[in-house]
């Protein structure tokens, strides 16, 4: 790791590295039912374009799914503006936050309605 040997190079008995976690990439089908029903519903909500691409961050669901081999239907979607995301002021609007509420609903029920029809 490229990072403990610049620590042992400078002062290995006044720095130490700690991970306290660390999260594996998780993969998932971009057309998959859950997507499409986010794609079809939250721009009824929403005044931005919904776009489905591969983000470069941090999520839990390698904890719960893996590295999600068996392909379960996976979205990482939500409120808040990214310039201020894990910052030390983060913030989300209130109206942005109540309008998410209304936009998991319906997708939630899409979603499963889709399931349940197949």
């Given at each position: 790791m490229r990072l403990l040997k610049?620590?042992?190079?400078?002062?290995k008995e006044c720095l130490e590295l700690d991970i306290?976690?660390?999260?594996?990439p998780v993969s998932s089908d971009p057309h998959n039912p859950l997507i499409e029903s986010i794609t079809h519903i939250a721009p009824n909500?929403?005044?931005?374009?919904?776009?489905?691409?591969?983000l470069i961050g941090t999520t839990d669901a390698s904890s719960?799914?893996?590295?999600?081999?068996?392909?379960?239907?996976?979205?990482?979607?939500?409120?808040?503006?990214?310039?201020?995301?894990?910052q030390v002021d983060e913030f989300i609007r209130k109206?942005?936050?109540?309008?998410?509420?209304?936009?998991?609903?319906?997708?939630?029920?899409?979603?499963l309605e889709n399931k349940a029809n197949k």
């Open positions: 610049i620590i042992n190079k400078v002062d306290p976690s660390s999260h594996d909500y929403v005044n931005e374009n919904i776009v489905v691409s591969a719960f799914l893996g590295t999600n081999d068996n392909n379960v239907d996976l979205a990482v979607f939500g409120p808040g503006e990214l310039i201020v995301a894990h109206d942005m936050y109540l309008g998410y509420i209304d936009i998991y609903k319906d997708v939630f029920v899409k979603y």
